[in-house]
Structures are given as C-alpha cells and as structure tokens.
C-alpha cells in the first residue's frame, strides 16, 4: 500500500509537534563529527517517523539521518530527516523543520516539509503543483541574476575539502542581491518553491537533505537539477541548484 499526501502531512505535523514541544528546553547535544551534532529532538522525531511508517506500510524501506537505512521493499523509499537544522535548533534558532520524501519505483512522488515554529507546511505530489498551507505556490519570475537574491549552505567538513563554496558563494553574493545562509537546505529548497529565494545551490548533501525540497521546488516550477547540470540530484555524489527557471543558466554557468 502506498501513502498518500495526506499521510506524509500528518506524519510531518506528528514530528513537528515534538519539535515544537521540545525547542525552548535544555538539549541533550551530542556529536556525529566536529561540528555534525545531534539533539534527543532529532532522536524522538525520527522514532515517531519510523513507527508510524512501520506501523501503517509494513516492509517500507527507509532511509533516515540518524538510524541510516532500513531495508524493505524498493519499490517504495521513505527519506526523512526527522530535524533539518539542528545546529539552529540545539542554539535555539527558530530556523528548522520536518522533512519527508517518498520514491516509488525510483521516481519521487510526495513531499512535506513543514516548520513546526511558524506552522508552515510545505508540499506537493508528482504532476499536482506544490502549496504551502494549501494555496499554490510558484517560483519566481526573475531574470536577472543581478536582481536575485540566493540561499546556500556548506559542509560540514568544510575546513579539509574542496568543495568547501566559500569560492561560489563570494562571487555570487557580489554578482547579487546577496547570498543567505539559512542552516537548512529542506526549507531553503521550499523558499525557492514559494519565490521567497530566486536560487539555491550547495555542492555536498545526503538524499534526505533534499529529496522532498526538490520535489516541492520541480512542482513550482523551479529547475532543479545537480550543481552540474545533471537531472539527478538524489544519487551520490550529491548536489543542487534549484533556480526560478529565469537564471538557471547564468546560475549553471558561474558553479561551473
């Protein structure tokens, strides 16, 4: 049995009240690397996400942040991260969400994304269009990169790495209106879906990341692709650049 988009909501609005319940208290912070770290929030979403997936479409397979791979039929794929922008929760930055992406038959089809502080819920499915509380949304109609204004983040590991976007991001922010760091690619992918952003690029990612923003962000309209052109942004190595179609190309040719 397949889910529906309503599913993935309440599965989404699920977590996101444990987000919610939980932000203004002390965290239990603990570290996957240097700077990579993890809240008992990241831990008590994911659980209810996987229980209720578990629970409701047996033999799912799914792939999450914290517990990684849980094997299961491959004609259906679950990506959740149970709290993109952790960094920002652990600090008590109202920046975050809920992300949950589903894939039948290798082709995504249901996105959410929602933020749990200001009750936005992001969403689309394959073929439908992508809405924000309900009421469409569209990417923007800019043209001129000169008129945009950008979102993108950086690796984690980003003192021993090349790619590493200090390089892309001074160019571009000089090349713009300016370049953001919000401190979550789920909810800077769904900003470009609502015209909030003109683009968002990051050059190192994991699918759960992504998967559900780039859904949102293709039904709105954006082109979204790999940082280097190619249509697939899911599979290793991982990257994006979703743009309102107006400069992607301009976009495209700088990351390159």
Known sequence: MKPTLTDIERLARGAGAILRERYNQEHEISYKGVIDLVTEADHASE???????????????????????????????????????????????????????????????LAAVYDPLRDEMFT????????????PIKASSTVELQKSLLVTGFPYDTWNTEKDNFKNFEKLAKMTQGVRRLGSAALDGCYVAAGRFDGFWELALRPWDIAAAGLIAEEAGARVTATDGKANYISTPQSILATAPGIYQQMLEQLN
């Open 124 to 135: 689309a499915e394959r073929g439908q269009g992508a809405f924000l509380n309900g009421k």
């Open 47 to 109: 659980a209810f996400l996987i229980g209720e997936i578990q629970s409701k479409f047996p033999d799912s397979h799914i792939v999450a942040e914290e517990s990684g791979e849980t094997m299961g039929s491959n004609e259906g794929i679950w990506y959740i991260d149970p709290l993109d922008g952790t960094v920002n929760f652990a600090h008590h930055i109202p920046v975050f969400c809920v992300s949950i992406a589903y894939a039948f038959e290798g082709n995504m089809l």
